[in-house]
């Protein structure tokens, strides 16, 4: 006799489909729920944003915001002599009668400033490269010219005395950036008359200096020069690199090109050595890293075509202000009176700006606090825990 177990594949078949679908639906009730109880939360919140509408950003706000303003690029503006410092370059320049001198300084954070005959033209030399440095950038700013332009060199830009272009072949091509950057480092002529040429000669760029406030600052010869028909003035030379520093020409990237090609002056026998004299009485030579240890740098130009010296620069304080500062002086063909002239007047503004402020503010930290009678008691109230 024989068994046969009852057939349950019709049952079997239906009981899975139907848990799937009890399942789905215990789901949906509970993400119905949820949904229900979040909504509910945030009712009042949409509701205020659809009566008052998306809040707009104001006309100026973008997404990627501006830092703070940070530390103030100061102004060209002369408020208060040093009148101590201006009497020092006198009587300095007033040792040699035959030498005739000017300076200028100004501290472009506060305005302190001092200043011997800086608005007298005078032969400028190769001082001159600094405003064509700034005509450079400030076209190269304004797409007028790009940093990697070929300047072909005729004969008529040719010029001798300092730097080695001069020595290529006709029609030799060099790039803007690299004349820019010969005309600083080596001082050479020939890169600074491709410049001169390249924006447009010497009457419109005269026109230009004009422009900018530079009224003494004028190139009437190519380079070299040495009969001394280029000239500029202190002041001139000083507010040239003020007109950078200050933001007021140039924008920050073509300022920081210009501080990068002023770097690299391999020529620092006048007002560096001279600051540095005045800080610590060191001749090193060269005096960078000195410089650097008292929290000093020096972005210099510096002229020389025997008969007139000339040297213009940006200087950081220790203090983190700035100074423009330029010496020039005028003498005797190759006179080395000329050249300790301006290292003299650098040392004595250098310890004006520099070595007397760090030696009060030293002594000021040497002094002992005011002592306390010891018969004293201290006031009612003062001890730990008390607020003020």
């Known amino acids: 006799m024989s068994f046969s177990r009852p057939d349950r594949s019709g ?35 949409l509701a205020s944003d659809t009566i008052n509408g998306p809040r707009a950003l104001p006309a100026t706000a973008s997404l990627l915001q501006p830092l703070p303003q940070g530390l103030p690029l100061g102004r060209f503006e002369p408020r208060l002599e040093l009148t101590g410092l201006s009497q020092a370059w006198a009587r300095l320049a007033a040792v040699d009668k035959d030498l005739k001198a000017s300076g200028f300084v100004l501290v472009l954070d506060d305005g302190r400033f001092a200043q011997l005959r800086s608005t007298d033209p005078m032969p400028a030399a190769s001082s001159i490269k600094t405003p064509v440095l700034l005509a450079s950038m400030e076209d190269l700013d304004q797409g007028l010219l790009r940093w990697n332009e070929p300047l072909t060199m005729t004969k008529e830009v040719v010029g001798g005395g300092a730097g080695w272009m001069g020595g290529s072949p006709l029609g030799t091509r060099f790039p803007v950036h690299e004349a820019a950057a010969e005309m600083i480092r080596v001082s050479d002529n020939t890169a600074t008359n491709l410049l001169i040429k390249r924006l447009g000669g010497k009457a419109k760029l005269n026109a ?16 070299p020069d040495l009969g001394g028909t280029n000239t500029t003035s202190s002041r001139d030379l000083a507010r040239t690199i003020a007109l950078v520093e200050t933001g007021e020409r140039l924008s920050p990237r073509a300022r920081d090109l210009f501080r990068e090609v002023m770097g690299r002056t391999v020529t620092r026998t006048l007002i560096p050595a001279g600051v540095l004299r005045g800080v610590t009485g060191s001749s090193t030579y060269p005096p960078d890293s000195e410089l650097r240890a008292k929290g000093i740098t020096v972005l210099n130009k510096t002229g020389d075509i025997g008969i007139a010296y000339a040297d213009g620069a940006l200087i950081q304080l220790p203090n983190g202000q700035r100074a423009v500062a330029a010496f020039m002086v005028k003498g005797p063909f190759n006179d080395p009176r000329s050249t300790e002239l301006i290292r003299s007047m650098a040392a004595e503004m250098s310890r004006v700006l520099i070595k007397e402020p760090a030696a009060a503010a030293k002594a000021a930290e040497a002094k002992p606090p005011l002592s306390r009678d010891p018969g004293s008691r201290p006031p009612a109230g003062a001890g730990v825990g008390t607020r003020p």
């Not at 789905?24 to 909504?39: C, E, N, P, R, S």
């Not at 230009?208 to 380079?223: D, E, H, M, Q």
């Open 208 to 223: 230009r200096f004009r422009s900018l406030g530079l009224p003494a600052t004028k190139v009437n010869n190519w380079l």
């Open 11 to 45: 049952s079997a078949g239906w009981g899975q489909p139907l848990r799937l679908v009890l399942r789905l639906l215990v789901m949906g009730i509970g993400l119905g729920v949820i949904a229900g109880t979040v909504l509910k939360l945030l009712a009042p919140r």
